[in-house]
């Protein structure tokens, strides 16, 4: 078992503290701003359990995300707010189902096939809101009433649906970081390194993969329940495979095999987006933001193998010219 | 859905399905052979359309020195990129690769947006091939489709018997099979990955041109293509060219008449077509090879 170096959980708590006073000082454009990275971290949490730490690389996590929303849309009164107490873990549910039946079918087969069949399965969810009345096709719908209006935690005021999201951002990590310690992350780190040798010992792999792929579905359909009520509005192009694409980039970008390599992704990469689209800094020429976040990406893999969380690594060996052993790794 | 429509489907669902060929190949042949995951690869059919768009004035027009004179650019812009970029990725993990090409993916689009322009552009098939056969006694049918099926076919076996034939196709079949046996052999494999790679593009490349006058030219359209694609190299197996053919038809005809059968659901046919093939053989139809 390997405990958390100190340098880690600094950063871990600046980072944390940093977000739970950053709206005191943020007007509201930054509040929703920032309430959107730490979804689309969330999200990238998801992710990072299957693709870091299984192995599995799932290229439709978008339709999970896609289904926790129109799930609180869906499922929300007409006419009435619903309590998120119960709207948040149906939207959840509903997610982990479908995840399911997915991931069922889908880890029959590996490797770039895997990729395909989440993408096969993904595709499918969205032409299901897209083309059938039940979605509302490419002009999605509406969520009239946000959950939770004449209760104490209304989160149709984003003061309060930002520290909500902060909360469950900083529950999924560290649920997600006690689970990867426990017998069944071990028994998953297990598997990303080499199943051959897990089935010969012993372990029936299956199930392990299964747990991990419900649980990551779940998650992301947590996520895709705080975006429904952030913009009170879904669309099919919350589960287009452009946004499941983007988010297996924010968790390369950041680094693969740790969580905080999602969050620093998810950051980086939004950030980065919203900085070369900027009019301040590049005037006319921030209508093409692309170029400057497609070269950036490029001198990150040149230059850091491991994602922006080695970044700290390759400063250290610029200045001092030496190369520091890396003591601790997640998995 | 009498005879002389079902015959035009057909020939339209071939035309498609070999133009899906053409890029798919490009795909299953850096897979396979060299190990890379190239999510670039439907920026060069963009690439490819918007040339057949802006290359014409510069030849005065003429559409068949324009097809020459991209897939000569097309060469070159392989050899360089493999050059460049793509020749420090082979020892890197997949996903190293996937972010990499993503990046490509951006640089491209937004490179054509500063030189081309963002507009939607129709382009017009050359005289000689702008007319219509009569097919039946009301329905036509455009020569021009009837050209791009021809030249997909000629390219395809052209392919064929290059890697089945010849020496160079003996050395990359090779390759694909043991990189360092391959060298110790001394042959340089660097030289022929490039050439594979030059090979891929400049298909990959012409597939735009040739599309161009009947999908006409706008961004994003290498997107589409690729995930498509993606679904056809998968389907055939990947690496495998002759389960690329196959599967490539296959899509061709599935979204052709999917389109005309059941429209409300033809965009998830393919779709599901491929898990059902997945699940029923996880590793494609054709196992490379």
């Given at each position: 078992?390997?405990?958390?170096?100190?340098?880690?959980l600094a950063f871990?708590?600046?980072?944390?503290?940093?977000?739970?006073?950053?709206?005191?000082?943020?007007?509201?454009?930054?509040?929703?701003?920032v309430?959107?990275?730490?979804?689309?971290?969330?999200?990238?949490?998801?992710l990072?359990?299957?693709?870091?730490?299984?192995?599995?690389?799932c290229?439709g996590?978008?339709?999970?995300?896609?289904i926790?929303?129109?799930?609180?849309?869906?499922?929300?009164?007409?006419?009435?707010?619903a309590?998120?107490?119960?709207?948040l873990?149906?939207?959840?549910?509903?997610?982990?189902?479908y995840?399911?039946?997915?991931?069922?079918?889908?880890?029959?087969?590996?490797?770039?096939?895997?990729?395909?069949?989440?993408?096969?399965?993904?595709?499918?969810?969205?032409?299901?809101?897209?083309?059938?009345?039940?979605?509302?096709?490419?002009?999605?719908?509406?969520?009239?009433?946000?959950?939770?209006?004449?209760?104490?935690?209304d989160l149709?005021?984003?003061h309060?649906l930002?520290?909500f999201?902060?909360?469950?951002?900083v529950?999924?990590?560290?649920?997600?970081?006690?689970?990867?310690?426990?017998?069944?992350?071990?028994?998953?780190a297990?598997?990303?390194i080499?199943?051959?040798?897990?089935?010969?010992?012993?372990?029936?792999?299956?199930?392990?993969k299964?747990?991990?792929?419900?649980?990551?579905?779940?998650?992301?359909?947590l996520?895709?329940?705080?975006?429904?009520?952030?913009?009170?509005?879904?669309?099919?192009?919350?589960?287009?495979?452009?946004?499941s694409?983007a988010l297996?980039?924010m968790?390369?970008?950041?680094?693969?095999g740790?969580?905080?390599?999602?969050?620093?992704?998810?950051?980086?990469?939004?950030?980065?987006?919203?900085?070369?689209?900027?009019?301040?800094?590049?005037?006319?020429?921030?209508k093409?933001?692309?170029?400057?976040?497609?070269?950036?990406?490029?001198?990150?893999?040149?230059?850091?193998?491991?994602?922006l969380?080695?970044?700290p690594?390759?400063?250290?060996?610029?200045l001092?010219?030496?190369?520091?052993?890396?003591?601790?790794?997640?998995? | 859905?009498?005879?002389?429509?079902?015959l035009?489907?057909?020939?339209?669902?071939?035309?498609?399905?070999?133009?899906?060929?053409?890029?798919?190949?490009?795909?299953?042949?850096i897979?396979?052979i060299?190990?890379?995951?190239?999510?670039a690869?439907?920026?060069?059919y963009?690439?490819?359309?918007?040339m057949?768009?802006?290359?014409?004035?510069?030849?005065?027009?003429?559409f068949y020195?324009?097809?020459?004179?991209?897939?000569?650019?097309a060469?070159?812009?392989?050899?360089?990129?493999?050059?460049?970029?793509?020749?420090?990725?082979?020892?890197?993990?997949?996903?190293?690769?996937?972010?990499?090409?993503?990046?490509?993916?951006?640089?491209?689009?937004?490179?054509?947006s500063?030189l081309?322009?963002?507009?939607?552009?129709?382009?017009?098939p050359?005289?000689?091939?702008?007319?219509?056969?009569?097919?039946?006694?009301i329905?036509?049918?455009?020569?021009?489709?009837?050209?791009?099926?021809?030249?997909?076919?000629?390219?395809?076996?052209g392919?064929?018997?290059?890697?089945?034939?010849?020496?160079?196709?003996?050395?990359?079949?090779?390759?694909?099979v043991?990189?360092?046996?391959?060298?110790?052999?001394?042959?340089?494999?660097?030289?022929?990955?490039?050439?594979?790679?030059?090979?891929?593009v400049?298909?990959?490349?012409?597939?735009g041109?040739?599309?161009?006058?009947i999908?006409?030219?706008?961004?994003?359209?290498g997107?589409?293509?690729?995930?498509?694609?993606f679904?056809?190299?998968v389907?055939?197996?990947?690496?495998?060219?002759?389960?690329a053919?196959?599967?490539?038809l296959?899509?061709?005809?599935?979204?052709?008449?999917?389109?005309?059968?059941?429209p409300?659901?033809?965009?998830?046919?393919?779709?599901?077509?491929?898990?059902?093939?997945?699940?029923?053989?996880?590793?494609?139809?054709?196992?490379?090879g």
């Amino acid at each position: 078992m390997h405990t958390i170096s100190q340098g880690r959980l600094a950063f871990l708590l600046l980072f944390f503290a940093g977000l739970a006073l950053y709206p005191l000082i943020a007007g509201e454009y930054g509040v929703d701003f920032v309430t959107k990275i730490m979804i689309y971290a969330i999200l990238a949490l998801s992710l990072e359990l299957l693709v870091g730490n299984v192995g599995l690389v799932c290229f439709g996590q978008a339709a999970f995300f896609g289904i926790g929303a129109y799930g609180a849309v869906l499922l929300s009164p007409q006419d009435a707010s619903a309590s998120w107490l119960w709207l948040l873990p149906a939207c959840v549910a509903a997610a982990a189902l479908y995840a399911l039946f997915v991931g069922a079918l889908s880890l029959r087969t590996k490797g770039v096939y895997f990729i395909m069949v989440t993408l096969a399965f993904a595709q499918m969810a969205y032409y299901v809101v897209h083309d059938t009345p039940l979605g509302g096709g490419t002009d999605g719908i509406y969520l009239y009433f946000k959950p939770g209006l004449d209760s104490a935690i209304d989160l149709s005021k984003p003061h309060t649906l930002y520290y909500f999201t902060l909360v469950f951002l900083v529950w999924t990590f560290v649920f997600l970081a006690i689970l990867l310690r426990s017998h069944f992350g071990r028994a998953l780190a297990g598997i990303k390194i080499n199943e051959q040798r897990m089935l010969a010992s012993g372990f029936y792999t299956y199930p392990y993969k299964l747990a991990a792929f419900i649980t990551s579905g779940g998650i992301a359909g947590l996520a895709g329940f705080l975006f429904a009520v952030k913009d009170g509005f879904v669309n099919p192009e919350m589960m287009s495979w452009h946004l499941s694409g983007a988010l297996l980039i924010m968790i390369i970008l950041g680094g693969l095999g740790y969580l905080e390599g999602a969050l620093i992704g998810a950051f980086a990469f939004i950030f980065l987006q919203e900085f070369f689209k900027s009019d301040a800094i590049f005037g006319s020429f921030a209508k093409h933001w692309q170029l400057g976040l497609g070269l950036t990406i490029i001198a990150c893999v040149a230059l850091l193998p491991k994602g922006l969380i080695g970044l700290p690594d390759w400063i250290h060996k610029r200045l001092y010219g030496e190369k520091r052993i890396i003591t601790e790794k997640m998995s | 859905m009498d005879l002389s429509t079902f015959l035009i489907q057909c020939l339209n669902a071939l035309q498609y399905g070999l133009l899906l060929y053409l890029v798919a190949m490009g795909l299953t042949l850096i897979f396979g052979i060299m190990g890379v995951i190239n999510l670039a690869h439907g920026s060069f059919y963009m690439i490819g359309a918007y040339m057949a768009f802006a290359l014409a004035p510069m030849v005065g027009g003429n559409f068949y020195l324009t097809l020459i004179l991209g897939v000569v650019l097309a060469v070159v812009l392989g050899y360089v990129l493999e050059w460049a970029f793509f020749s420090y990725l082979y020892d890197r993990d997949h996903l190293q690769q996937v972010l990499m090409t993503y990046g490509l993916i951006l640089v491209f689009e937004e490179l054509r947006s500063i030189l081309v322009g963002d507009d939607v552009h129709g382009i017009q098939p050359p005289e000689l091939l702008a007319g219509t056969l009569p097919l039946g006694d009301i329905m036509t049918y455009p020569v021009y489709r009837l050209f791009v099926s021809g030249m997909c076919i000629l390219l395809a076996l052209g392919m064929y018997y290059v890697f089945s034939r010849t020496r160079l196709g003996m050395m990359i079949r090779a390759g694909s099979v043991n990189r360092e046996m391959v060298q110790s052999l001394g042959i340089d494999i660097q030289f022929l990955y490039r050439v594979v790679f030059a090979a891929g593009v400049a298909i990959a490349v012409l597939a735009g041109m040739l599309a161009a006058p009947i999908s006409s030219v706008y961004p994003g359209m290498g997107n589409q293509v690729l995930i498509i694609c993606f679904v056809v190299v998968v389907i055939g197996g990947i690496g495998s060219i002759r389960g690329a053919f196959f599967a490539a038809l296959l899509i061709g005809f599935v979204d052709t008449f999917g389109k005309v059968l059941v429209p409300e659901a033809s965009g998830v046919l393919a779709y599901v077509l491929m898990a059902l093939i997945l699940l029923w053989k996880p590793n494609g139809l054709f196992k490379a090879g």
